[in-house]
């Protein structure tokens, strides 16, 4: 390959803060997989301006399908899985600010659910008492004559008797 050829077909990255666009990284991969010799890839980095690790970077993020070939139609309509864009200062504390909130907000959300579980338990404690106070109280049963409420009891009168108690023979 002629050295003054891929030079002109190879973009340079003309500063330290230059980003090279989907298309221009897949333009370089395609070069950088075709360098087998030894030091080819080194020499490469060096002619394109970046570090010898940017290259293995884009290579990953081809094989996981965030970088992927600009000329098919559907990786220009549609963001790769897992993509999120560079975030300025105040998007990053505007974003900051959003989770914060939206913690807050689910802590209401259980104690609101929790009070509500509370308060479904209580109208069905309430309900089942009054319902046991519209029933009509179960009359007691008329005392026996002649004998004080405290001693009746149960109706003896079908026991058989007690035996009387043997006597001890006196000596």
């Known amino acids: 390959m002629d050295m003054e050829v ?3 077909a190879v973009p340079f990255r003309p500063s330290k803060r230059h980003h090279f666009t989907a298309a221009q990284k897949w333009a370089l991969l395609l070069e950088w997989d075709q360098c087998l010799d030894r030091g080819a890839k080194t020499a490469f980095c060096r002619r394109i301006g970046v570090w010898t690790g940017t290259p293995w970077e884009w290579s990953r993020q081809r ?3 965030r970088l992927r070939d600009p000329a098919t139609v559907e990786s220009m309509s549609e963001e790769p899985k897992g993509y999120t864009p560079r975030l300025n200062f105040e998007e ?10 939206k913690q807050r907000l689910e802590r209401e959300l259980e104690q609101s659910q929790a009070a509500v579980e509370i308060l479904g338990k209580a109208a069905a404690l309430l309900e089942s008492l009054a319902k046991s106070a519209e029933q009509p109280p179960t009359p007691e049963p008329e005392p026996k004559p002649g004998r004080p409420a405290w001693l ?6 079908q026991l058989p008797p007690i035996p009387p108690r043997p006597s001890k023979p006196r000596e």
């Not at 990053?92 to 909130?101: D, I, M, N, V, Y």
């Open 92 to 101: 990053r504390q505007e974003l900051e600010r959003l989770r914060r909130e």
């Open 6 to 8: 891929v030079s002109e």
């Open 63 to 65: 094989a996981d399908g």
């Open 152 to 157: 009746q009891g149960p109706d003896t009168s």
